[in-house]
């Protein structure tokens, strides 16, 4: 008889086992222990930790507790108060419902619970020493449950071995703390590394308030609200204005019926998103969560519960970005000036500001305008605010429209913009700096505005309202340029798309392309190397959709055509740029992320003259 080679494992090496899924590191023992906190109702979660949870690891919440028996059946695996039958899989409405992360947990360490119900008078007590139970007694204690994790992996080394530094860890805590702090801003939350506060939250219930006890108070005026409904999905939350930025995606909180998952899908809608107005390798804040019927998500398909699985990853995705969109694109009131940001002596890499600017009543009644004047007169009754400067020589922006590009005239619209009766923007300009930075006086502060940023933002915005092909001029002397036989084969194969960008080319020999028609906006001496740009992001993008592509030339023709650093304007060039900046959907950023406004408060230039 041959021998038996399988045989069923012990219940501790099982255990041990399923850890490795589960419990991969200290910040997972964490995650775990806290949604069993919040699953249980708590108000008030603490976390503490020693070595980055290596050493030690305590939560404690205010939640409902358990019964001895229960607390004793907790540790055994699979024994779960979420769920009953395999039925309930496809409903699950809480954060933990397998079973498996206390018996995990207390397999790979030195693991004590304690709880309490609110109407026993003692509490239950349960020591388990690396899987083994150890003691089993009553205690006293306050109500709720407290979790104690010692030697994490004491008995597995080649797990600890792969542990980072405490440091690192600790990092990681924190950041899943933070997380789930978000996802459930109605719960304080404090953690404490090596006895020192490294997060606290009020628990008001207010997400604002949680996002700032987390990143600060100055961050709140940055953000603005996400709110969308449709077909059952409901978006909220927050997301940053364009400005803050973080260099990886820390800041980012994705979270579906209020459970913190990784999902690469969400991240990319809100990429897309914000498009054009972030550089490349900015990350912006951003706390969303996706409430949908919990028929159409299956949470079942990580050990770990960090990722989910859509029934419609379409629906989910275009929800997202609708809702990212819209709040992103929200239009200027025309009683408040635009969101500009803020650059003070300690904090100018990272705050933006939404202030109220006043504004001027637009009487078409006593309007004059006169053609070699500089000054639009505005009747006494509707002037809400006149700076110390240009007190007799403000403009009406509704009345100043001009062509940036003609440097020497200015042409004054004589109706204001279509439903339009007030200004949108008040802004006096006082001049130029090293003719590069335009400088304003503004109801609220000092202004300064990029100028061939704040051109390209207008140029581009201009170009992409364009339906269709890219406006075009044909050439009177068509131009022969040289390429290598691969980009000649990628113009060849991609001549509708050239086409659509506004380029008519015809292959004329092996490596010579004639180039008989061009972008209107491009100069003639840019050609050759806008369309090597064309190329170039072909070879980057790897197969660049048509709107990626579009986007990506737009950026770069709107560059090539603007005002560049060191064109002197004139006051009258200097206040139509200003006005045409503020009719654009996205004024206070260039198509590349940049900044077009930034605004000194009367408290940063009192800060810089140390006047407080």
Known sequence: MSEQVIHILDENTANKIAAGEVVERPAAVVKELVENSIDAGSKNIEIEIVDGGTKFIRVTDDGKGMSHEDAQLAVKRHATSKIRTAEDLAAINSLGFRGEALPSIAAVSNFTLTTRLLDEPLASYVEIHGGILADVREAGAGCGTTVIIADLFFNTPARRKFLKTPSAESGHISDIVTKLSMSHPQIAFKLLSNQRLVLSTSGSGKLTDTIADIYGHKVVPELLPVEYSNEGIVVSGYVAKPALLKSSRQWQTFMVNQRVVNSRMLAKALDNAYFSLLPKNGYPLAVLDIHIPVDSIDVNVHPQKKEVKFSDDQKIYKAVYKAVSSSLAMPVSHAQAAATIQLGPTHSHQLMDANTAGSEQYNSNNKQIRSNEFAAN???????????????????????????????????????????????????????????????????????????????????????RSKGRVPVQQLLVAQYLEFTSDDCDIIVGSQDTFYQLGFTLEQVGADTMRLIEMPIDIPLADAESVLRQILKLIHEMHQPTAQELRHAYLQMAACRSAIKAGDTLNMRQIQALISELYTTDLPYTCPHGRPTIVRFGPEELAKMFKRT
């Open 378 to 464: 505005i009747t006494e009754s509707s002037r809400q605010w006149v700076p110390t400067l240009w007190r007799e020589e403000s403009i009406n922006f509704s009345d100043v429209r001009q062509a940036i590009r003609q440097e020497e005239q200015l042409i004054e619209s004589t109706e204001p913009a279509s439903g339009d009766t007030t200004a949108a923007c008040q802004l006096y300009p006082l001049g130029q700096i090293e003719s590069c930075y335009i400088v304003a006086q503004g109801p609220d502060g000092l202004y300064i505005v990029d100028q061939h940023a704040a051109h390209e933002r207008i140029l581009y915005d201009r170009m992409s």
